[in-house]
Each structure stands twice: as structure tokens, then as C-alpha cells.
């Protein structure tokens, strides 16, 4: 089964990564990991996956890299102080699939056009979190040249249920940070909504009554209130991290004009200060909750 598959490096395999590199291989993907902290490559080892110790040896080994670290400092240093680009064989596929912003993927692609003409670069973020990712359900905004897209269908068919091919390269950061947006104010819909009915005295399963099952709430935004009437806020998707995406669109826009999003970005901000951004981001509806506490 594996030899009729082109052999894949994931380069980070954090939470994201570490999902997406375990479906590769249950889709009989040959695939290399590498990881700064290797006991997070220990159980794909089991599963079968070569472990590298470098990100150049991981490049050398594979026709496809993809990234899949925080931010964009961690690719440009992956990429080119650590080897990676220098690496590639002429003609390899870089699927960037870290979340970075517009800013972060033009470094990236000045760094290719400058540094790599040769090989294939494809922008390719993806909209889901850690049970998405587990279960091979994701969602891929990808961007680059046609001929990519062969290549990378087995691949992003193992990791996604859908993959839009949204235009040129660089494109599909742009569509990840509008869905971002769309991500951040309907989690606010839902914290502000809950923290408001318990200050007028509601519990939370009202609320629940009241909306669910009604055209207003997304099943996402009702697995989320299930959730927070549950008292579960353990990290599907980290405030940190949507704080992260909030302020990566701020940094493409403008916040002046965009500033109910500064606002959102403020709020979430003061309430990792208070310690709970590893937190999934329902838990602003625990800080609003409590009297002053993101004041």
C-alpha cells in the first residue's frame, strides 16, 4: 500500500501535527515526523513512522514537508536557519499549513522565490481543532500552483473532509483568517450570551432552551453551549491560540475600522492574563461571569 504514495515529513507534531502525521499513516502514507521535543514523535515511531532528528533530515527523506508549528517566526527558522529549505529535492511540494497570517506567509513565500524557485510551495491552513484533527475531518484552505494538487490529494484526503482550493498561493491564508473571524464572534455570541443571562439571573440551560434547536445557533456554537452548561472548559481549541488568529486578522485589516474584532481581541486578552488561555475559549464566558473580572 505504501508504495504508491509519495513519502511525507510533518515537521511539528504538537497537538495538530501529531493528528494529522497518526492519519497520514493510517492512510498508508509513508511518513517521517520530526518534533523539538521528540517524545512527541514516540508513538508515531509505533505506528510506523521514521523518526528524524533534524527538520534537513526529515526535508532529505521526503517528497512532501509540511509545517505545522505556533507561529511564523518557528517556519522561518525551521525553514531556513534549521535546514529544511536547503534540503528539499528540486521539484518537492512545502505544504505550509501553520496558522501565521498574511504578514508570516509572505515571509515565507519571499523566502521560497528567493532562496528555492525550484521547488513547490502550497499555503494550505486548516479550519478545525484537536477532535477535527484526530478524526481526519478537517478542513483545508489550500493555495498554489495546479500541479500541486495531484500530488497532495492522498495526503489532504487523510487529513481533511474537505479541501477548497482557493487560488494562488498565499490565498488560502487570506480565506483561514476570514473564517477566524467567522470562528471568534460566534464563540462570542455564545460566551457574552450565557455570561448575560447569568447576570439576569438565568442558568445557562435556559438559554440553551430558549435557542437550541433554532436557526440562530450553529451545531458548532451548540456543542459549545453544551459545553459551558457541562462546566467543561477543557481545550478543544485554546483561548491563546484563537486569541492568536484574532490578532493575526487585526494585523492583515485595520483595526480602527475592524473594531468590534479589536474589542473581541482585547477582552480575550485580559482574560489570559488572568491565567486561563490554555483554557478552550469558552472559558470567556466563566471571566465575564465574575464581577470584574476582565476589567
Do not use: C, Y
Request: proline share 5%; aromatic share 4%.
Amino acid at each position: 500500500m505504501t508504495d504508491n504514495h509519495d513519502r511525507v515529513a510533518f515537521i511539528g507534531t504538537g497537538t495538530m501535527g501529531h493528528a494529522m502525521a497518526t492519519n497520514a499513516l493510517r492512510a498508508g502514507i509513508p511518513t517521517t515526523v520530526w518534533n523539538r521535543e521528540v517524545e512527541a514523535t514516540r508513538d508515531l515511531a509505533k505506528l510506523g513512522a521514521d523518526v528524524a532528528e533534524t527538520p534537513a533530515d526529515a526535508a532529505t527523506r521526503a517528497a512532501l514537508v509540511v509545517t505545522m508549528v505556533t507561529d511564523a517566526d518557528a517556519v522561518i527558522s525551521i525553514a531556513r536557519d534549521q535546514g529544511m529549505l536547503d534540503a528539499l529535492a528540486p521539484g518537492a511540494i512545502w505544504a505550509q499549513m501553520s496558522t501565521i497570517g498574511v504578514v508570516g506567509t509572505e515571509r515565507v513565500i519571499s523566502l521560497v522565490d528567493q532562496e528555492r524557485p525550484d521547488i513547490i510551495l502550497v499555503d494550505a491552513p486548516v479550519s478545525g481543532s484537536k477532535e477535527p484533527a484526530e478524526q481526519g475531518q478537517l478542513t483545508i484552505f489550500a493555495s498554489g500552483p495546479d500541479t500541486a494538487r495531484a500530488p497532495l490529494t492522498p495526503l489532504f484526503d487523510a487529513l481533511g473532509q474537505r479541501t477548497i482550493w482557493v487560488g494562488p498561493v498565499g490565498t488560502g491564508t487570506r480565506v483561514k483568517i476570514v473564517n477566524n473571524t467567522w470562528l471568534a464572534f460566534g464563540a462570542e455570541a455564545v460566551d457574552a450570551s450565557v455570561a448575560l443571562g447569568h447576570r439576569l439571573g438565568l442558568e445557562p440551560q435556559a438559554v440553551e432552551d430558549a435557542l437550541g434547536g433554532g436557526p440562530l445557533v450553529s451545531p458548532w456554537q451548540a456543542a459549545k453551549l453544551r459545553r459551558i452548561i457541562d462546566g467543561d472548559f477543557s481545550p478543544q481549541f485554546a483561548l491563546s491560540l484563537a486569541l492568536k488568529d484574532v490578532r493575526l486578522a487585526l494585523d492583515a485589516a485595520d483595526a480602527d475600522r475592524f473594531s468590534a474584532l479589536a474589542s473581541l481581541a482585547d477582552e480575550w486578552e485580559r482574560v489570559v492574563q488572568l491565567g486561563w488561555g490554555d483554557q478552550d475559549l469558552t472559558v470567556v464566558t466563566r471571566a465575564l461571569e465574575e464581577q470584574g473580572a476582565t476589567q
